[in-house]
């Protein structure tokens, strides 16, 4: 089975502050998703990463791929309160496509 | 364009009692998943599907059977509920070669 560790479980900050968060695995993946869920609803897609060492930007986030494909980051500049919700991030399985592997995510906070 | 649809949004059962949660897609997908999602945790895989006739079991599928007639529809069956099945749970589908999943709204079942 292919585990994916999310740090930290819980962050909450203030409005404008930087943050990253954080998902490793010992197993390598095709390519890893990052996904962001309201309260009560499924997941959305943010990023794919797929090539090791890949650096996807998105507006203030930031997406890193680690170069073995087996971690990666999430780094949110001058974070706004629109920001806080549950980040996810998701690997697809290197042998089998059909599967994926999600972290148990991490909810942020950002207070005004 | 629908997109992924479940049905119902809510459910109260009692325990030992049998239900079919529906997930319909209207994207052609080929992939279909089912995951469960707890509190402070991410989404497990139950069951998913690489195809209509083709199902495969994922982390946590004892007490769930799932069947693929058609490309659009990937039904989950409760055979006989328990508490420990208490949960929210989530279809997505995603294309052939793609790397998103899209996700239903949910279905938040309690077993009582």
């Known amino acids: 089975t292919q585990l994916l560790e999310q740090s930290p479980q819980f962050l909450s900050i203030q409005e404008g502050e930087n943050l990253t968060v954080y998902c490793n695995s010992s197993?390598?993946?095709?390519?890893l998703q990052w996904y962001r869920q309201e309260p009560g609803e499924g997941p959305v897609l943010l990023v794919t990463?797929?090539?090791?060492?890949e650096v996807k930007k998105l507006k203030r986030l930031t997406f890193q791929f680690g170069d073995a494909r087996k971690d990666s980051s999430l780094h949110i500049t001058a974070a706004q309160t629109g920001d806080t919700g549950l980040y996810l991030c998701a690997g697809r399985s290197n042998t089998n496509a059909g599967k994926s592997t999600f972290g148990d995510g991490t909810t942020l906070t950002v207070k005004p | 364009n629908a997109g992924v649809t479940q049905t119902p949004k809510f459910q109260v059962l009692k325990t030992g009692q049998s239900m079919t949660l529906q997930c319909a897609q209207d994207?052609?997908?080929?992939?279909m998943s089912w995951y469960r999602q707890d509190p402070g945790m991410g989404l497990r895989l139950i069951h998913y599907?690489?195809?209509?006739?083709?199902?495969d079991q994922g982390e946590v599928p004892n007490g769930y059977n799932v069947s693929r007639s058609t490309t659009e529809d990937f039904p989950l069956r409760l055979l006989s509920a328990a508490p420990s099945q208490t949960s929210v749970y989530f279809c997505a589908s995603m294309m052939t070669g793609d790397h998103e999943q899209y996700f239903g709204p949910g279905t938040r079942l309690t077993v009582t």
């Open positions: 197993s390598v993946f095709s390519s």
């Open positions: 994207m052609n997908h080929e992939y």
């Open positions: 990463v797929v090539t090791g060492g």
């Open positions: 599907s690489v195809g209509a006739g083709i199902t």
